[in-house]
């Protein structure tokens, strides 16, 4: 697959998480940089962050032909109003992407707000998200080497 097209850490090392607003990322996979996009929230989500991070989705779902996100969220979480809109307006135009969602680690407050999210964006798009809460990471990263076995990736 050649070069991530985004920043990321080199194969085989835990590089340490970069920033993205108030939140940071660092990519991870299996050759190193690549399809899993690990994404820490700290705090409300906003229009900005969630621009930064679809986009940053989109070139990898272009170059490795799917997207993992692993979602750690950090205290309270949230999407402030603008973000939320702007992601159902974008879940609309991108419903058939290979992305798959896996959050850790997601307070009883931030699975509700999940929920809510997942619902609306089932009802607006006609498609159900694929997002699974899970344990921790590295539940999510054993689904995620589980899909890639069933896909021969």
Known sequence: ???SPIQGPE???QEPFLPL???EYRLEGAEGPGDVFHWRIHG???LADIKQVLAATKQIDAHYHRVFMLIRIVGPGGFDPAARRYYFEW???HSGDHRW???AGASLVSRVLITL???GTALLTGH???IQLVRDEDEARALIAERRARHGS
Do not use: A, I, K, N
Request: charged letters at 15%.
């Open 117 to 119: 999210v997942l619902r």
């Open 101 to 103: 969602v896996y959050v």
């Open 1 to 3: 697959m050649g070069e």
């Open 21 to 23: 607003g108030g939140h």
């Open 11 to 13: 194969q085989g090392l």
């Open 128 to 130: 159900q998200p694929s």
């Open 44 to 46: 409300s989500v906003g």
């Open 91 to 93: 879940r609309q135009e």
